[in-house]
C-alpha cells in the first residue's frame, strides 16, 4: 500500500450507531489531517494532529471523537449522528515540520451517509 | 479573515484551454496550491507556487500568480476528457508546526465535444 488509504470507502449508519473511520499513511508523514466535504459547504478542516498531538479542534461537535495512536493511522470515532453529518469525509497527511511547502496528500475519502 | 475564492463552474470544449482564476486575502501565503478531485475519489495535487514566483509552467498546466492583486489562476492547455473534476485553490498561510491550508470552494469544470 502506498499513500494514503481510509476505510471503509462507504458507510451507512443511524443516528443510534457507534462507527469508526479508520485513516493510514504510509509517507512517514508526521502530520494527519480530518476534513469534512459536503454540497453544502467546501472543505472544512475538522482536526489536525502533529507528532500524534491534537494542535487544532476547529469547534467540531462532540459526536466525532478523533483518536491518533501514532503517526500513521488516525481515527474519526462516530456516535449519535444527525443525518446533516452525512458527507464524504477525507483525511490526509503531511510531512508537517518546519520545512515547507508543507503540502498534504489526500486519501480517498469515506462517503458517510446517516439515516 | 482568510478566505479563498473560486467561481464555481466552467465550460469549455475539448481541445481548448481552461482558465481557472481563484483570488485569495492572505498577503502573508507563503505557497498557493492547486488540487484536483475527480468523481469519488480524494483530491490529487496538480501543483504549487511560492509566493516569490510570478508563473510556474508543468507540462499542460500553468499556473499564474499576481501577488499584489492576490490572484491565482490555472490554465490547461488542450483541454481533455479526462480533465474534467473540480479544481480547488488552496493557501498556505505558512504557520504552526501542521499546515492549515484554507481551500476554496471548487470550480467544477465540464468538457464539452
Known amino acids: 500500500e502506498t499513500g494514503v488509504t481510509q476505510t471503509p470507502r462507504h458507510l451507512v449508519m443511524g443516528m443510534t450507531n457507534k462507527k469508526s473511520l479508520k485513516c493510514e499513511q504510509h509517507?512517514?508523514?508526521?502530520?494527519m489531517y480530518w476534513y469534512k466535504q459536503s454540497a453544502k459547504k467546501p472543505l472544512e478542516l475538522m482536526f489536525v494532529?502533529?507528532?500524534?498531538?491534537?494542535?487544532e479542534n476547529n469547534s467540531v461537535p462532540s459526536r466525532f471523537s478523533p483518536e491518533c495512536p501514532n503517526s500513521s493511522h488516525l481515527f474519526l470515532h462516530l456516535h449519535t449522528l444527525q443525518p446533516e453529518d452525512s458527507a464524504l469525509y477525507l483525511c490526509?497527511?503531511?510531512?508537517?515540520?518546519?520545512?515547507?511547502?508543507?503540502?498534504?496528500?489526500f486519501g480517498p475519502g469515506t462517503r458517510l451517509t446517516v439515516l | 479573515g482568510e478566505d479563498v475564492e473560486q467561481s464555481l463552474f466552467l465550460s469549455v470544449r475539448e481541445g481548448d484551454s481552461s482558465v481557472i482564476n481563484c483570488t485569495y486575502t492572505?498577503?502573508?501565503?507563503?505557497?498557493l496550491y492547486w488540487y484536483k478531485q475527480e468523481p469519488g475519489a480524494g483530491l490529487q495535487l496538480l501543483t504549487y507556487i511560492f509566493s516569490n514566483m510570478d508563473m510556474k509552467q508543468d507540462q499542460r498546466l500553468t499556473v499564474l500568480l499576481n501577488k499584489k492583486d492576490k490572484h491565482l489562476s490555472l490554465r490547461i492547455a488542450d483541454t481533455q476528457t479526462g480533465d474534467s473534476a473540480i479544481y480547488f485553490c488552496?493557501?498556505?498561510?505558512?504557520?504552526?508546526?501542521?499546515?492549515?491550508?484554507?481551500f476554496g470552494s471548487g470550480t467544477r469544470l465540464s468538457i464539452r465535444p
Open positions: 488552496a493557501e498556505d498561510p505558512g504557520y504552526s508546526s501542521a499546515s492549515k491550508i484554507i
Open positions: 494532529y502533529s507528532l500524534e498531538e491534537r494542535v
Open positions: 492572505d498577503s502573508s501565503s507563503t505557497y
Open positions: 490526509a497527511s503531511s510531512q508537517g515540520t518546519s520545512g515547507f511547502p508543507d503540502t498534504q496528500y
Open positions: 509517507l512517514g508523514h508526521n502530520a
